[in-house]
T-cell receptor, first 114, second 113 residues
Framework: DTAVSQTPKYLVTQMGNDKSIKCEQN?????MYWYKQDSKKFLKIMFS???????INETVPNRFSPKSPDKAHLNLHINSLELGDSAVYFC?????????????FGQGTRLTVV | QQQVKQSPQSLIVQKGGISIINCAYE??????FPWYQQFPGKGPALLIA?????SEKKEGRFTISFNKSAKQFSLHIMDSQPGDSATYFC????????????FGKGTLLTVNP
């Protein structure tokens, strides 16, 4: 059983399109995250949700809109895709804030904007 | 502003050798310091973590050394194996209700057989 699963694993799309990435966790965690890993492998937090409530929005452009329909799901919708959005997007979850608990990451979604 | 600085960027070690990766942080409010390991095509996975009330934590071949006064911490991999070849990230966060990990830029470790 995959603890944190993301779909799709690969996404190739043209500039200007709108796309969504879905994430589900079966760990019973309260907190979910989206991280972006750029071409140099730098990992940066985008959003944190706790019990479906947005906790952190790390100065991400408005074109990115996360949605958490319930505690087990956190989806990411991206409007008007730009070349610079090409990256690997990781969903993660943890039992509480990552202050002292392990964050479990999904396998990532490699987004390529052409 | 990079709050967690990691070095080296890449590291090549012979099998059986010791791999050492260093991190330094600026934010004195950080109180949780995990290391994550990432293999190609996979998400990062927690390797080992430390809180600043201890100076060292060991789990098998992996040891974190922590120097609170210097605001530095490091990962030591003893008896490095080819299977340890991966990218290693140090990270830091503020405990309690904080909800984000601040990562270093990563170290690509290659262990030659």
């Amino acid at each position: 059983d995959t603890a944190v699963s993301q779909t799709p694993k690969y996404l190739v799309t043209q500039m200007g399109n709108d796309k969504s990435i879905k994430c589900e966790q079966n760990l019973g965690h309260d907190t979910m995250y989206w991280y972006k890993q750029d071409s140099k492998k730098f990992l940066k937090i985008m959003f944190s949700y706790n019990n479906k409530e947005l906790i952190i929005n790390e100065t991400v452009p408005n074109r990115f809109s996360p949605k958490s329909p319930d505690k087990a799901h956190l989806n990411l919708h991206i409007n008007s895709l730009e070349l610079g959005d090409s990256a690997v997007y990781f969903c993660a979850s943890s039992p509480a804030g990552t202050g002292n608990t392990e964050a479990f990451f999904g396998q990532g979604t490699r987004l390529t904007v052409v | 502003q990079q709050q967690v600085k990691q070095s080296p960027q890449s590291l090549i070690v012979q099998k059986g050798g010791i791999s050492i990766i260093n991190c330094a942080y600026e934010n004195t409010a950080f109180d949780y310091f995990p290391w994550y390991q990432q293999f190609p095509g996979k998400g990062p996975a927690l390797l080992i973590a430390i809180r600043p009330d201890v100076s060292e934590k060991k789990e098998g071949r992996f040891t974190i050394s922590f120097n609170k006064s210097a605001k530095q911490f490091s990962l030591h991999i003893m008896d490095s194996q080819p299977g340890d070849s991966a990218t290693y990230f140090c990270a830091a966060s503020v405990g309690g209700s904080n909800y984000k990990l601040t990562f270093g830029k990563g170290t690509l470790l290659t262990v030659n057989p």
